[in-house]
């Protein structure tokens, strides 16, 4: 059989490093993911960095709101194998050498930090990127101010729960599709990537479905269902 569903290594490889690390996006690029999925969060500087929560709490040996800290203060606190928080520059400089797709997700669901989706759309489009970035949230509204400064990007809707009239929606609110905690039948030009699948028999599953895409925390499995299903 066939499959045209790509993989996306969710947060980076967190099955063998640090999430959001930029030794776990390395590793994932060089061994040939497709895509990478991370989070942005701003600074009290209005600096983009890559971390999941609106605080250092979980995934460093700090503690406090990424909002409320510039990035001389942030990086002074490290995840666990000793790496700085990175800033989306960071991850810019390196991913824009492979041909991946890049999924930047805006943390923007509990705090809108202002002016973050101009700031972070500015700073991708200095990157001669291989792939179109994909831009995705939680919350519609960061979506519809990307969305009104740049019309030319890829933007999904984040969701844990069934969209209701998925193909009205996508029209009304300018989304390529949806990126959902569950698989919807959904009309073929719409695009669907699951998150967080990490289990065998629902990788094949949705390789089988031929959505768009999957997003998982172990890459390397999914590379080897892939694999063995295309044989």
Known sequence: MTTSTLIFGHRGFP???P???LAGFEYALI???DGLEFDVHLTRDSIP???HDETINRTTDGKGLVGEMTLEELRQYH???GEPIPTLSGLMEMAYHYPVYLNLEFKTNKIHYIDIEEIVLTQVNRYPLQKPMIYSSFNLDSLRLAYQMDATQEYCLLAGHHI????AMTLAEHLKGFHLRHYQELPEDIVQRIWTIDDAKTMTSLFEKNVAGVI???????????GALLK
């Open 15 to 17: 099955k063998k490093f």
């Open 164 to 167: 209701i009239n998925p193909q």
């Open 31 to 33: 061994h040939g993911i």
């Open 19 to 21: 999430e959001n690390s």
């Open 216 to 226: 998982t925390d172990n890459f390397e499995l999914a590379q080897s269902l892939k």
């Open 79 to 81: 995840l666990a194998n």
């Open 49 to 51: 960095v890559i971390i």
